[in-house]
Every structure is written in C-alpha cells, then in structure tokens.
C-alpha cells in the first residue's frame, strides 16, 4: 500500500448500520475500506460476507474503549497510507429500555463508549485526516429530543459556539457525577443516558468542525454529526421502521460528500439534510 491509494474507516462495523455503511463505502468509495469491529472473529466473519458479495474489504480490530488499540490502529493507518481520507465513528452502545441495571451504572457504561470512546478515536485520527477529508459521527435524533428535556441553562451551554471541548467533557462527566448521587432531575439533566451521551457526541462534532476550520483552514475537511434514524438494528430492536441499508444513507453521503463541496460542515444532519441544533 502506498499514500497514494485512498482509505475509509467504520469502527462498530462487524452488524447493523455500520456493516451497512461499510457495504456501501466498498460499492461506492475510491480506494480501500476498513471495516473494525471490537471483535475478532465477528469482524473477520463480517469481512467474509462481504467477499462473498464480491466486495474486499480489510479488516482491522478496533475497541474503541482501548486507547491501545485506538492507537495501534493510527499506527497501521500512518504506515500502510499515510493518513485517512474517510471516518465513520459509527461504534456505540445502548441499553435496552426495559434493562434493570441501576441508571447511574448505564450512564457511566454508555457515557465511556460512545462519548469518551469517540473522543478518543477523534484525539487519535483526526490529525491523521488527509485534505478534502471526511469525518462522520454517527449520533441520534434522540441527541435532539433530549437536549429539549435539559434545563435552559445546560441547552445554553450544549448550543453555544464558543464551548470548548474541555468543559463538554466536565459536562458529561457531571452527568455521571449526578446519576450516581441521585440529582441528575434537580440538576437539569433529561432522564436518558443514551440521549445524554448522543448530546456529547453531537456538540463534540460541532467544536472539532470549529477547530478544523480554524487550524486546517485550507484542507477543506468536513465533519459532522448525523442520525441515521431508527433502524432496525440490535441496539434499536425490531420495531424500527428503517432496515440497516436505509439507515445508511446520511453517513454515506456525508463520507463521500465531492471534494469541492464547503458545506455542511460543524452541523447535525438527518435524512441528508442540516437540522436546527
């Protein structure tokens, strides 16, 4: 492999929407396709189906909770190409809401792998990004839904343009903080981890796009935070009325947005459109 070939990268992508987006990266993507998952043998099973699609993906164990093998994977992504082209940050946990696990334990478990296990993955790899780069953070509507159920105060703080990321992270910290004593309700917050996380997730997009443009003004990298909507998934169940491929679509669009576009960048988008954060 040389720097010159291009390269795509799904973490989470061994099922569901991140198998999908990684399908479709392979149909639709000019150059290699990394699919990771935290899990050998069902990323290698993933990657095998895939080839028996006639697609060729490679495959690459990522867990995202591990900075050791985040930073294993940037090592392999520096010497094999030279950098990265496309991030899906696609990997993500939620309980289930009928699960008895005592709510503050759920915050802290869900807040680790899709809020600070993304951040990680971004610390790591987004110096990687090559220009004309694209960064995908796969959030959730629900990110929207419960940013309206938190106090005027923290919405204030979530949609300010000047948050850094130092204090998102001492506010998702707090919110942590406050499951575990029991105020999470009397200290503003909405009774949804996953919503909480997917908030942090959401407002992280914004301050990395920020920094971008004011760092790497003229590599024309966009990033932004999207929802796949619900989607029939093991996370989501079998309810949802999306399959997997069409929860797809708005990471997929985002990843291969054309090297000339400007926009959207910094911004919340579903059903490939820029939604009012």
């Keep these: 492999m040389s ?4 390269v795509a990268l799904v973490t989470g992508a061994n099922k569901g929407i991140g198998f999908a987006i990684a399908r479709d990266l392979c149909r639709q993507f000019s150059g290699d ?3 990771t998952a935290r899990d050998e043998a069902r990323g290698r099973a993933a990657v095998q189906q895939l080839q028996a699609e006639g697609l060729s993906p490679r495959f690459h164990l990522l867990d995202i909770n591990d900075l050791q093998s985040i930073r294993a994977l940037r090592d392999f992504l520096r010497k094999e190409y030279g950098g990265l082209d496309v991030l899906v940050n696609n990997a993500g946990i939620a309980f289930k809401t009928d699960d008895p696990t005592p709510f503050h334990i759920q915050a802290e478990v ?3 792998t899709n809020f600070f296990g993304t951040r990680d993955v971004c610390t790591e790899l987004l110096p990687l990004m090559k220009p004309q780069g694209r960064v995908v953070n796969v959030s959730s509507l629900v990110s929207l839904k419960a940013l309206k159920k938190c106090s005027p105060e923290l919405q204030q703080k979530f949609r300010s343009k000047a948050i850094t990321e130092e204090e998102l992270v001492g506010l998702m910290n707090k919110f ?5 004593k029991g105020v999470h309700r009397k200290e503003g917050w909405p009774d949804t981890a996953y919503g909480v996380t997917k908030i942090g997730v959401t407002v992280l997009s ?6 971008l443009s004011e760092q790497r003004k003229g590599d024309k990298i966009l990033l932004n935070a999207c929802c796949p909507g619900w989607v029939r998934t093991d996370m989501a169940g079998p309810k949802a009325p999306k399959s997997p491929e069409e929860g797809a679509k708005t990471p997929v669009y985002l990843a291969l ?10 911004e919340f ?3 490939k459109k820029v939604e009012q954060w």
Excluded: C, F, Q, W
């Excluded at 942590?176 to 575990?180: A, L, R």
């Excluded at 914004?206 to 920094?211: G, M, S, T």
């Design 257 to 266: 947005l054309p090297s000339d576009a400007d926009g959207p960048h910094g």
């Design 176 to 180: 942590v903080e406050d499951t575990k």
């Design 269 to 271: 988008v579903m059903e």
């Design 110 to 112: 869900t807040m680790k």
């Design 3 to 6: 720097s010159a070939t291009r």
């Design 206 to 211: 914004r301050i990395h796009a920020r920094n």
């Design 33 to 35: 396709v990394v699919l």
